[in-house]
C-alpha cells in the first residue's frame, strides 16, 4: 500500500483542475474549485497516513454532497477527478438499487464490497478509496412522524431504512462488510479502515429549491395576500440552480424526505449550475461531435456540421432541461439517419449536417 500510495502523482488544487480541462471538462468553474480541493486533501490525508505514520484525527473525514441539476457533470466530474486523474479506488453506485436490510435489494455495506473489489482484493487499498453514490436524492421520501422519532414502528425498504443504513457508513471509524457481496454466509466479514475513505453523494434534488422556498413564504389571506402567490405554487424547472441560501436550510431537506442527522454528515455541500449555451457548444464540439467524427472517419467519411445546426443542437438541449445528455439526445437521430443513408458502401465522401425549415439534414458531397 505504501507502494502504491507513494507512486500517486501529487497535483496541486490548479492541476487537478487543469487536468480535468485536458481530459474534456467544461463548466462548473465553482464547483470544480471546491472538488480539487477535495480530492488534493484526500490524497495529502492518505499520504500522511501511510507515508508520514501520522493517524488521522477522530471527525476528520470528508463527505461531500454534490447538488445540481440533471447533466450538469456531477458524476463525470467524479469519475474523472479520482479514477482517472488521482488513480485511487473509485466506486460509483446508484443509490436506487439499495433497500433495507432483509429486503430484496443490495445492502449498503456493498458499497464496501465493491470497493474492496476495485482495489483488487485489498482492504489496505480499499481504505484509499472513494465512494460515490448517485441519484441520492431518490432516497427521500414522504415524511412520516414515527420514523422521525426514531421508533421504527413503519417500515421503508428503499428510503428511511437506507438512510438509517448510511448513518453509520459515514460516520465509522471502521466497518465491517461481506467480501463476497452477502451472497453466502460462509465466508467470514472483512473489517475496513473508514478514516481515510471520502464519500460523495450526488442528487439533481428536483423541487428542493420550491421546497425552501416555501417554507420562508408566509400565506396571507384577505387584503394581504399576494398576487399569485396563494393557490398552486408554479411548477418549478427542471435545470435550477440550488443556492447556498437553499442549503443553509436544514429544514428542508428535512421537509424533502432526509433525515436531518445525514444530511449533518456532509460537511460540504456543492452546488452545480446549469450548463448554459456557451458551455454547452463547447461540450457539443470536444466530446459529443468528436466522438461521431472518429466514426465517421473509420467509414471513410468526414462529418462536417454547419454552425446553425450546432445552434440548433444546443438550443433544443437547453428546452430539453437535461444538460449535456441533451446534446446527445438531439444529435443521435440525425447521425442515425446519415449512418443508414451513408455507412458500409466503402465510398469516401464529406457528410455535411445543415439546417433547412428548421429540420436537419444529412447531405453527401
Known amino acids: 500500500v505504501q507502494e ?4 500517486l502523482e501529487m497535483l496541486s488544487p490548479q492541476g487537478i ?3 480535468l480541462s485536458d481530459l474534456g471538462y467544461r463548466g462548473q468553474p465553482e464547483a470544480r474549485r471546491a472538488a480539487a480541493v477535495l480530492a488534493y486533501r484526500h490524497l495529502r490525508r492518505i499520504r500522511r497516513v501511510y507515508l508520514e505514520g501520522i493517524q488521522p484525527e477522530p471527525g476528520t473525514r470528508e463527505n461531500a454532497l454534490f447538488l445540481g441539476p440533471t447533466g450538469s457533470g456531477k458524476t463525470f466530474l467524479v469519475e474523472l477527478m479520482f479514477r482517472e486523474i488521482l488513480g485511487v479506488p473509485t466506486v460509483l453506485a446508484d443509490a436506487t438499487q439499495f433497500s433495507e436490510t432483509g429486503y430484496v435489494g443490495d445492502d449498503v455495506s456493498t458499497l464496501l464490497s465493491r470497493l ?3 482495489a483488487d ?3 489496505e487499498w480499499a481504505a484509499c478509496g472513494v465512494i460515490c453514490m448517485d441519484e441520492f436524492d431518490k432516497l427521500a421520501t414522504s415524511r412520516s412522524d414515527s420514523r422521525f422519532s426514531g ?3 413503519t417500515k421503508d425498504v428503499s428510503g428511511f431504512g437506507v438512510q438509517r443504513s448510511l448513518l453509520h457508513l459515514l460516520s ?4 465491517t462488510f461481506p467480501p463476497d457481496f452477502g451472497f453466502t454466509s460462509r465466508i467470514r466479514a472483512e473489517t475496513l479502515d473508514m478514516n481515510c475513505i471520502t464519500f460523495i453523494a450526488c442528487g439533481a434534488f428536483s423541487g428542493f429549491r420550491g421546497t425552501a422556498e416555501h417554507m420562508t413564504h408566509v400565506e396571507r389571506v384577505g387584503f394581504g395576500r399576494e398576487p399569485g402567490k396563494g393557490g398552486q405554487r408554479d411548477a418549478e ?4 440552480r440550488i443556492t447556498e441560501e437553499h442549503l443553509e436550510n436544514t429544514t428542508a431537506f428535512s421537509r424533502y424526505g432526509f433525515i436531518p442527522e445525514l444530511i449533518g454528515r456532509f460537511n460540504r455541500l456543492v452546488s452545480f449550475a446549469p450548463l448554459d449555451a456557451a458551455t454547452l457548444g463547447d461540450i457539443l464540439q ?3 461531435l468528436r466522438t461521431w467524427e472518429r466514426e465517421f472517419e473509420h467509414e471513410g467519411l468526414q462529418l462536417s456540421v454547419d454552425d446553425a445546426v450546432r445552434d440548433w443542437i444546443v438550443a433544443r438541449a437547453i428546452k430539453r432541461e437535461t444538460g449535456a445528455r441533451g446534446l446527445r439526445t438531439a444529435l443521435a437521430p440525425i447521425l442515425e439517419a446519415a449512418a443508414y443513408e451513408h455507412f458500409g458502401h466503402g465510398r469516401a465522401a464529406t457528410v455535411r449536417l445543415v439546417l433547412k425549415d428548421d429540420t436537419v439534414h444529412a447531405v453527401r458531397d
Open 121 to 123: 482484493r485489498d482492504a
Open 172 to 175: 465509522a471509524a471502521s466497518t
Open 4 to 7: 502504491r500510495v507513494a507512486a
Open 151 to 153: 421508533q421504527q414502528t
Open 237 to 240: 424547472s427542471i435545470a435550477v
Open 17 to 19: 483542475d487543469a487536468r
Open 116 to 118: 474492496y473489489e476495485a
Open 286 to 288: 470536444h466530446n459529443v
